[in-house]
């Protein structure tokens, strides 16, 4: 794509141009905000992050090849170089990205989702409904990417807007018209999802989550990036959690068609006559749900009353689309979302259930909603990531104190920070007399102490990592699966009873 043409969708301030090239001659082929993958033909984006700052790598973008950058200020190079200096590079990432791929998001239904908890479920279940109903779609979230027969992996929840408009563009070509979006209030922050249209926005719930020094500086700022989803983008149908205190202040701003479902209020989706099951490695939820005057029963192979908000969510996006109730109730019922209440049956009959669960409030929910099925035992097994958000290990350790029988505290992505001073303060929260827990550094054995250490009817609760398939030690990402280590702990003891 011609410079000229990039040039043409951003607002800049100034051009440094001492090389005497002509834009119109320049062909970009690729842009890039790490200088160590770009190339000859590259734009280089020089985007300031809460760790590092682009405007210091753009020597080594050019010893790369790049002779094109879009900075915030003047920045030295050699005279070969076109240097556009713009007021916010993000926001200029995030239109060139958009006019690179040919503004994919266009000819896209986009549905975002956003809120503290249950975006990953609502999401996948509202992509798995779509998709058996026969709608291609695809979805962007911590579980990663998913559409057609392809699953990628991605760093974050709703990733950086070159990586976005690119997989929207891949998903567009394939014939994916529907998209299904986790909308994180770090996106939104940092202009990851600027000038996308969402036709349709949800808001789950909210509370205190993701503020320390790298992420929101208080809950003020992390609610109204939050609200910015639902006046800022184009929403032309909202759905939203009625029971939740900021739903109100969160729908606000916006006089587009709004539809609400809630448990404990009056709302336009309502679930009634919650009943709790389980049977061979399956933990789920029952209830009936009532819309427009009319009653239909629903059934989910999730546990909680959590749960039901989700399942309501996807009732109220997928309706709307005009699938029927038969279909959307359906699928909800066999639909399983990795590491989100991901159960595994032991052979001596626990249950071990994997579930992303890492702050107070989803840790308080997971462990509510487990006690609702009356295990011999509930144990809990987690820890919290190193060198941010210290806040939840307070959270963690009197919610764990308080709601399990038995807690083993571990390491969860200790990054640079030492394991056992990441335990030792969760445990100095641990109410005085109440759970006993046991400190095992090493989070494989952890699991294995866990499992082998069960009895009957025991649920584990193996929380904080989820659909994670790694651990960061030391700043090094080492394979690490909690799914991995169950099977291969049932197997071997299956093995032994032959």
């Not at 005085?432 to 499992?451: N, Q």
Request: proline share 3%.
């Amino acid at each position: 794509m011609k410079l000229t043409e990039l040039m043409k969708v951003i607002d800049y301030n100034e051009i440094v141009n001492r090389s005497g090239l002509d834009a119109a001659q320049i062909e970009i082929t690729s842009l890039g905000r790490d200088s160590r993958k770009v190339a000859e033909g590259s734009m280089f984006v020089c985007i300031s992050g809460s760790m590092a700052d682009g405007h210091d790598y753009v020597q080594s973008a050019y010893n790369g090849g790049c002779r094109v950058f879009v900075a915030e200020h003047k920045i030295e190079l050699p005279d070969d170089c076109f240097v556009i200096v713009t007021s916010d590079t993000r926001i200029a990432l995030a239109e060139l990205s958009a006019a690179f791929f040919g503004y994919p998001a266009k000819e896209m239904t986009v549905i975002g989702i956003t809120g503290t908890k249950g975006k990953t479920t609502c999401s996948l279940l509202i992509y798995n409904i779509l998709n058996e109903s026969g709608i291609p779609a695809g979805y962007i979230g911590s579980n990663g990417v998913h559409y057609r027969d392809n699953i990628l992996e991605t760093k974050n929840t709703t990733p950086e807007s070159y990586d976005l408009h690119e997989i929207m563009r891949e998903m567009l070509d394939s014939g994916v018209k529907t998209l299904v979006m986790e909308v994180s209030s770090q996106a939104l922050k940092l202009s990851r999802v600027h000038g996308i249209k969402f036709q349709t926005c949800v808001f789950t719930n909210l509370s205190p989550d993701h503020i320390g020094e790298h992420e929101h500086s208080d809950f003020e700022d992390y609610k109204m990036c939050k609200h910015s989803l639902f006046t800022d983008y184009g929403a032309e149908y909202i759905v939203y959690n009625a029971d939740d205190e900021y739903a109100q202040e969160m729908v606000s701003g916006n006089r587009c068609e709004k539809k609400s479902f809630a448990l404990k209020t009056d709302a336009d989706f309502r679930a009634s006559q919650i009943e709790y099951f389980r049977d061979e490695g399956n933990i789920g939820v029952s209830f009936w749900c009532e819309n427009d005057g009319k009653n239909f029963p629903v059934a989910l192979s999730f546990p909680g009353e959590f749960s039901v908000y989700n399942a309501l969510t996807a009732i109220a996006v997928c309706s709307k689309l005009g699938l029927s109730t038969e279909k959307i109730v359906k699928t909800m019922r066999h639909v399983r979302v990795k590491g989100r209440f991901e159960t595994h049956e032991l052979p001596n009959g626990a249950t071990v259930v994997i579930d992303y669960a890492h702050n107070g409030v989803s840790m308080k929910a997971a462990l509510t909603a487990l006690r609702n099925y009356d295990p011999t035992r509930l144990i809990c097994l987690f820890g919290s990531v190193g060198g941010r958000t210290r806040m939840r290990r307070a959270e963690l350790g009197l919610v764990a104190s308080r709601d399990a029988d038995f807690c083993i505290l571990t390491s969860d992505n200790p990054d640079n920070e030492s394991p056992n001073a990441i335990i030792s303060e969760i445990a100095s929260y641990f109410t005085a007399g109440t759970c006993p827990y046991r400190a095992i550094p090493d989070r494989r054995k952890a699991i294995e102490y866990a499992l082998s250490h069960s009895k009957p009817g025991d649920i584990i609760l193996l929380a904080g990592k989820g659909h994670e398939t790694y651990q960061v030690i030391g700043g090094v990402r080492e394979h690490f699966s909690e799914a991995e280590i169950v099977e291969e702990y049932c197997k071997a003891q299956r093995e032994l009873q032959v």
